[in-house]
């Protein structure tokens, strides 16, 4: 099942904000459970991480792994922002 056309337009929306900032702490039980919530209250959610917090090769896997996390699907992500949406 692909992701649909209305998600794809909202989550490449320059309006869109980002909710949730991955700080040095890094992936933490309460970060996932505040996508979860997100996610659960709207769409989509817009993920931004720290510079410097992972390694360019390593971003997608992280980016990967917090969708497996959050039981969402990963929409769009560009250097330090990824979108997620849960269907």
Not at 37 to 65: H, S, T, Y
Not at 78 to 83: D, P, V
Request: with cysteine.
């Amino acid at each position: 099942m692909g992701i649909p056309e209305h998600i794809r337009s909202l989550a490449n929306d320059r309006e869109l904000k980002v909710s949730v900032r991955i700080g040095r702490e890094g992936i933490t039980e309460n970060l996932i459970s505040e996508i979860k919530n997100q996610l659960g209250a709207r769409e989509v959610v817009k993920i931004k991480m720290n510079r410097g917090l992972f390694d360019r090769e390593q971003k997608p896997a992280v980016w990967q792994e917090l969708a497996e996390s959050c039981v969402a699907e990963l929409v769009d992500a560009r250097g330090n922002i990824a979108t997620f949406y849960r269907p």
